[in-house]
């Protein structure tokens, strides 16, 4: 009877479908965290914009802080993620030095405006104002 007891018991903690937690680097909020590189901004031409230097984001989900580059500077600051939402600090810090043409202030204007995300199945981030994806990267 208790050989039956302990068989009984083993199976059922076999068949128990005890959920453990996701591995942060495959959910959505860790595949999130990383360095990305753009390929898309609303409003303006890539290849035009950052002739052979495209701007970078760099996203670190434990400090809830957003990085990278411009396309000319380098910019820092805060971020807000809940879910799928995600603001960038309306006070990034950016190094100052002289850019020729529009294409820090393309990114920077983009970036602010961005309330939401979505990794698509292709695993591209996009950044999105309203229901419109503005920025589109890939992870670098």
């Known amino acids: ?3 039956l007891l ?3 018991a083993l199976a059922l903690l076999a068949s128990c479908k005890c959920k453990q937690p996701a591995d942060p680097q495959f959910t959505k909020e860790g595949a999130l965290d990383g360095n990305w590189m753009l390929e898309y901004v609303s ?5 035009g914009l950052y002739p052979g230097n495209p701007p970078s ?3 670190d989900l434990k400090q809830n802080r957003a990085s990278g580059k ?10 807000t993620v809940v879910g799928n939402k995600i ?3 309306q006070n990034m810090i950016v190094t100052k030095m002289a850019c020729p043409g529009n294409s820090e202030k393309t990114f920077m204007d983009a970036i602010q405006k961005v309330d939401a995300y979505a990794i698509g199945t292709d695993g591209k981030l ?10 589109r990267f890939v992870k670098n």
């Open 1 to 3: 009877m208790k050989k």
């Open 6 to 8: 302990i068989v009984l």
């Open 43 to 47: 409003g303006g031409d890539i290849s």
């Open 57 to 59: 984001l760099f996203i």
């Open 70 to 79: 411009n396309g000319c500077n380098n910019y820092s600051g805060p971020i």
């Open 87 to 89: 603001t960038f600090s």
């Open 126 to 135: 996009n950044l999105i104002s309203g229901d419109i994806a503005i920025m």
